[in-house]
């Protein structure tokens, strides 16, 4: 579904992503580590085509993120060719995102209706399915400011999921939140990761990283020092730095 071939990403003299190799299989949950300013959100931003990759290879779905070839040449995608290309992709954010001057329902809905031309009926049959799916059936009529953190966050992961994407991907999603509130949106991405949707989660939540996560890759400067299952990364993780981070966010 994904597949990273030495990705570099540099913002004037600095290099972000430094020669990143990933691959994420159908199915499959890849939870990136690392410290604040490791590279996982730029990560996931190339992943989305909200930043250009400098260098290297990223695919997603066998399909080349923000290239198309003409006449044997590649060249730099449309805006607007972009955004179907993100259509396959929905994401998640550190804060909701979501219209201040809209419903739970509209949230979700506008999606659809707008970029997909589906019926507004059908949209809101959909949209009412998937926020009960994700435990808010009785705000469907509720404004952003009328709902908790946590559940904005539902709202959004609703939102993104009636584009009926192929990937998602979370970029600390819970970081925002009262941790009273954490486990409410985890357990919404634990049923994802049961039903089979492709993710890649950027977070600090190793609980959630043990349980769900089919690889995890620790981040630190832009390079992925170390990459495996939970069990060998986590629990028994060979690298200093990985030993180091996991002693700060356990403590």
């Known amino acids: 579904m994904v597949r990273a071939e030495q990705v570099w990403k540099w913002f004037g003299g600095v290099d972000v992503l430094q020669g990143v190799d990933l691959t994420v299989h159908p199915r499959q949950t890849l939870v990136l580590l690392g410290p604040s300013g490791s590279g996982k959100s730029t990560l996931l931003r190339c992943v989305n085509a909200l930043e250009r990759v400098d260098a290297g290879v990223l695919e997603v779905d066998g399909e080349l993120v923000g290239l198309r070839e003409d006449g044997g040449r ?53 949209a ?61 991405m634990k049923d994802l990761a049961r039903r089979g949707m492709t993710m890649i989660v950027a977070t600090h939540e190793i609980g959630f990283a043990k349980e769900v996560a089919d690889t995890v890759a620790m981040l630190d400067g832009g390079v992925i020092i170390e990459s495996g299952p939970p069990a060998d990364c986590l629990v028994n993780p060979k690298e200093e730095r990985t030993k180091a981070f996991l002693s700060k966010v356990l403590a």
């Open 74 to 126: 590649l060249h730099e995608m449309t805006a607007a060719q972009l955004c179907w290309q993100r259509l396959r992709i929905g994401m998640v954010f550190q804060r909701f995102n979501l219209f201040p001057h809209m419903t739970a329902i509209e949230n979700v809905m506008l999606g659809p209706r707008r970029v997909l031309g589906v019926h507004r009926e059908q949209a809101e049959t959909e």
């Open 128 to 188: 009412e399915r998937l926020l009960t799916r994700v435990g808010l059936r009785d705000k469907l009529d509720s404004y952003p400011a009328q709902l908790s953190g946590g559940q904005q966050q539902r709202v959004a992961i609703a939102r993104a999921l009636a584009m009926k994407p192929h990937l998602m991907l979370f970029d600390e999603p819970t970081s925002a939140l009262d941790p009273e509130l954490v486990g409410e949106v985890l357990d919404v």
